[in-house]
C-alpha cells in the first residue's frame, strides 16, 4: 500500500512539474517582444526648420483628436503588434478636455487586440536626413502606414485606435498631411485630426525590415 500510494504521489508530482513547465514555457512565450513597435512620438527638427537637416524622436508625444462638440482626447504611450498572432499589447495615458479645455476625464488606455496595418511607401525624401533619438528596438526599420488595434479605455470602455505615421516623402492619402490618431467606441468618437496632423505631434512604427498585416 505504502509503494502504492508512493507511486501515485510520485506521479502526481510529475504532472505537477510537468504543468508547471509547460506554464513557464507559455508565459515565456508570452513575454517575447512582439515584432512591431509603436511610439506616439513628439518631433524635433534639427537645424532650419524651414529647411532641417534631421529630426529627434521623444516619446512624450501627445497626440489627439476632436470630437464633433470640440472636446479632445489626447493620448501618450506606446505598444506592439504581431499580425500573424492578431495580437497587440502596450498603452499609456488619455485625457479628454472640453471644447473650452475643461478637463473632463483622464485614465489610463491599453491595447487588446491588433485588427490591421497598411504599410505605404516613401519617408522624408530629403537627402541625408538623420534620425535622432531612435525608438525602435536596435537594428529595426522605420516606416510609414496605418494601424487599428482595438483598446479599453479606463471609465470609458472599448474602441478601435487608428495611428498612422506620415512623412514627407509619402505620396498624402485623402486630405491627409501628416501624423495623426482617431478613437471611435460606443462611449465616444474622436474623429477630427486635422489638429494634430498640423502639430509636431505624432506616431512612429518600427519592425524588423519591412512591416507585415
Keep these: 500500500?505504502?509503494?502504492r500510494t508512493y507511486r501515485c504521489g510520485a506521479a502526481a508530482m510529475v504532472a505537477a512539474i510537468a504543468a508547471?513547465?509547460?506554464a513557464g514555457s507559455g508565459a515565456a512565450a508570452q513575454s517575447r517582444p512582439l515584432p512591431f513597435t509603436f511610439y506616439l512620438t513628439h518631433y524635433e527638427l534639427l537645424g532650419d526648420p524651414n529647411d532641417p537637416s534631421g529630426v529627434r524622436y521623444h516619446s512624450n508625444g501627445r497626440p489627439f483628436a476632436k470630437?464633433?462638440?470640440g472636446s479632445r482626447i489626447i493620448l501618450s504611450g506606446q505598444g506592439a503588434w504581431d499580425p500573424a498572432g492578431a495580437q497587440a499589447t502596450g498603452g499609456g495615458k488619455y485625457t479628454i478636455r472640453?471644447?473650452?479645455g475643461a478637463l473632463k476625464a483622464r485614465g489610463a488606455w491599453r491595447a487588446t487586440r491588433f485588427v490591421s496595418f497598411?504599410?505605404?511607401a516613401g519617408w522624408w525624401g530629403i537627402p541625408g536626413f538623420q534620425e535622432l533619438g531612435w525608438q525602435g528596438p536596435p537594428g529595426s526599420a522605420s516606416f510609414s502606414g496605418f494601424l487599428k488595434v482595438r483598446v479599453k479605455?479606463?471609465?470609458r470602455g472599448a474602441g478601435v485606435l487608428t495611428a498612422w505615421c506620415l512623412m514627407p516623402g509619402v505620396p498624402m492619402p485623402g486630405d491627409h498631411i501628416s501624423d495623426g490618431i482617431s478613437l471611435r467606441g460606443r462611449k465616444f468618437?474622436?474623429?477630427?485630426y486635422h489638429g494634430t496632423e498640423r502639430s509636431?505631434?505624432?506616431v512612429m512604427f518600427y519592425g524588423p525590415g519591412t512591416a507585415a498585416g
Excluded at 468618437?189 to 477630427?192: E, G, H, L, Y
Design 153 to 155: 479605455l479606463e471609465n
Design 98 to 100: 472640453g471644447p473650452r
Design 189 to 192: 468618437t474622436f474623429t477630427d
Design 67 to 69: 470630437a464633433r462638440d
Design 20 to 22: 508547471a513547465l509547460s
Design 1 to 3: 500500500m505504502k509503494r
Design 200 to 202: 509636431m505631434e505624432g
Design 118 to 120: 497598411l504599410q505605404l
